[in-house]
């Protein structure tokens, strides 16, 4: 069994008090405008600042490398659920839904 080439990534968790979808930037700030994230196609740099994000419990909780992909506008979800990330909440009709 061969391992599967590593794909561009980017640093994603959810804040600690609000629960909202953020991003690592490469300012070490979280975002959550995933466009601002910081994307990695270094499998090793990407794995150092996982483990950065890691180290941020006060500030974020279940981090971990996503697959992403570079657009003009910045890093894009690759994935449905990334996707689906991006557009915040869908319990309720308010926050990042309003004016979709």
């Known amino acids: 069994m ?11 968790a959810n ?3 609000d629960g909202d979808a953020v991003w690592l930037a490469a300012t070490d700030d979280w975002t959550r405008d995933m466009s601002q994230a ?12 996982l483990l950065f994000a ?3 419990a006060e500030v974020v909780v279940g981090a971990y490398l996503a697959d992403a ?4 506008k910045g ?7 990334e996707t689906f990330r991006t557009r915040g909440p869908s ?3 308010h926050g990042k839904q ?3």
């Open 69 to 72: 992909k570079a657009t003009n």
């Open 91 to 93: 319990n309720y009709p």
């Open 54 to 56: 890691m180290s941020q």
């Open 2 to 12: 061969s391992r599967r080439p590593f794909t561009s990534k980017v640093v994603t």
């Open 15 to 17: 804040d600690l008090i």
């Open 98 to 100: 309003v004016g979709a």
């Open 38 to 49: 910081e994307l990695f196609d270094d499998e090793a740099v990407a794995q150092d600042r």
């Open 75 to 81: 890093p894009a979800p690759v994935h449905f659920r």
